[in-house]
């Protein structure tokens, strides 16, 4: 009986550690003022990475325009857009790409997602103009 737990504990510990994603819903949280914004939801299409806004939880704000965004975009709603666009896997577990949109403020960066490795219920995400960059920490929802 001791052999066929340790071969259960052997066989199931790596799953416990290492099976958490980056795919799920997740609370955005604004690195600024520490409010909640938005729930997105991530997910994976044809091997890349995009999130999609689903809900958003500022107060006053539920049916947000796009008012600062240009093009197709320009006054659309934020419920349903997409702003993580297209992003690839690297060897480090990180996922990066060249569109990271803001509808807050009309704007695109590069960006870069990853697990927090000291705990995997948040979600860095990080959005570079230039040689600048700003780091927010989103929290997994769980509905």
């Known amino acids: 009986m001791t052999k066929i737990n340790s ?13 958490q994603s980056i795919l799920g819903k997740w609370k955005t949280i604004d690195d600024r003022n ?16 995009y999130g999609k806004i689903e809900t ?5 704000k539920e049916d947000a325009r796009c008012i600062k965004c240009k093009g197709d ?13 297209g992003f690839k896997k690297n060897n480090k577990g990180e996922y990066k790409g060249d569109t990271l949109f803001d509808p807050e403020q009309g704007m695109t960066f590069r960006g870069k997602i990853w697990l927090d490795p000291d705990n995997p219920d948040k979600l860095k995400v990080r959005g570079y103009l230039a040689f600048l960059y700003r780091t927010q920490t989103w929290v997994r929802y769980n509905s």
């Open 7 to 19: 071969l259960l504990f052997f066989t199931l510990c790596p799953m416990l550690f290492f099976g």
């Open 34 to 49: 520490g409010l909640t914004k938005a729930i997105v939801n991530i997910y994976e299409k044809d091997g890349l990475l």
């Open 56 to 60: 958003i939880l500022e107060k006053g």
């Open 73 to 85: 975009k320009k006054d659309k709603p934020v419920i349903g857009m997409v702003i993580i666009d």
